[in-house]
């Protein structure tokens, strides 16, 4: 008998639960082939709830979702919430709380996918983004004084110390080693303007990489240049490692390189901990209860999920079964465009996975 793993299910907003719907029938095809058991449990955490309760997120959430052993995200953000409120009140509350410290974000060009950049195939897209999670500008200090008036003061800092830094750089590189595709960790920084922040960050790297990652090769790109090459030269990268807003940043561009937020899954990961996978796009108002937003993201992030939680072999059947469909079925990851609709993709996975 296989195992058995509690997941938690958040739908959450727009079209979150329906793309999350499309992910539980695929896992459970999967569960049943390999003979492992999903116990799910959902929870309604987002707008919806928020506008009838007027909670976020109830006190106990974090404690709760601690006792299971992986979560599983549709989206969070509702057109009738002020910004801000639902994505700090939820998905970051939760990142944190859960000490979710990796961001795990593949930029994985799969084949019959259109990509905007030029002559460039599945064979030059391949490439992990590993951004940190719980710091930085995220979680850094700030505040507002003398608010509306000409001497207003708004301050927002970008704080690390080195432990953060230290195991998110220990994830990154064990995480190459683990890949074997290059075994070259780019650190993606700012050091000639962020001298304290990324001076930290740097250092660390070649200490670390110097003493006990010495297979792996290391480089070092800011930023702004790393914009220019993940456009010219995305072939150059193996894995990417850099702080909480440089890795939002540059993940949404890495995601529209593999075909779109239809495609882009991503996994918030606590390593000694319970993680919670979520595709990177939003909950998309424009389509919700349309059948016809892709569900292929929130289908990858449960394979990644699968694979955090050691079904290896069932998470590559999943992408997989992913990449023929893409292959040979679908006319594009846009949703409306897909030739087939929300439910039809996720039984066309579910079926070869079967
Ligand atoms: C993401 C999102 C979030 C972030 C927002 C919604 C808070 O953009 O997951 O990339 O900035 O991390
Ligand atoms: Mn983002």
């Known amino acids: 008998m296989g195992n058995t793993y509690k997941i938690a299910i958040i739908p959450g907003d727009g079209t979150g639960p329906e793309v999350v719907r499309e992910g539980i029938k695929v896992l459970n095809a999967s569960a049943k082939k390999h003979g492992f058991k999903l116990d799910m449990t959902e929870f309604d955490y987002g707008g919806d709830r928020y506008l009838k309760t007027g909670e976020v997120l109830p006190e106990t959430a974090a404690d709760d979702l601690k006792k299971f052993n992986a979560i599983y995200l549709g989206a969070i953000g509702h057109p009738d919430v002020k910004p801000g409120i639902l994505e700090k009140g939820i998905l970051l509350k939760l990142r944190f709380e859960l000490d979710q410290y990796i961001n795990l974000r593949p930029v994985k060009l799969y084949p019959g996918v259109e990509t905007p950049l030029k002559n460039k195939g ?46 998110c750089l220990r994830y990154a590189f064990e995480l190459t080693r683990k890949r074997n595709k290059n075994n070259t960790l780019a650190l993606v920084g700012k050091t000639n303007v962020l001298t304290f922040v990324y001076d930290l960050w740097e250092r660390a790297f070649h200490e670390i990489g110097k003493a006990d990652y010495p297979d792996i ?67 998309a108002p424009k389509y919700t209860g349309k059948n016809v937003i892709n569900p292929l993201a929130a289908i990858c992030s449960g394979a990644m999920m699968l694979d955090t939680l050691g ?27 897909m030739g087939y609709s929300t439910s039809e993709i996720g039984d066309m996975v579910a079926e070869r996975v079967a």
């Open 122 to 167: 599945p064979q030059d897209i391949d490439y992990v983004v590993v951004r940190e999670n719980t710091g930085g500008i995220y979680t850094g200090i700030g505040g507002i004084s003398m608010k509306g008036t000409q001497n207003e003061v708004a301050i927002q800092s970008m704080v690390y110390n080195r432990f953060q830094v230290e195991r």
């Open 311 to 337: 079904e290896t072999t069932a998470s590559d059947e999943i992408e997989q079964a992913v990449m023929e469909i893409t292959a040979n079925k679908m006319k594009s990851l846009d949703a409306g465009k």
């Open 217 to 283: 090769k290391r480089e070092y790109y800011h930023v702004d240049a790393t914009c220019m090459w993940m456009v010219k030269n995305p072939e150059w990268f193996d894995v990417l490692v850099t702080g909480n807003l440089f890795g939002d940043i540059i993940t949404d561009l890495g995601a529209i390189t593999q075909g779109g937020m239809g495609i882009a899954a991503g996994g918030n990961i606590n390593p000694e901990g319970v993680s919670m996978f979520e595709p990177i796009g939003g909950s």
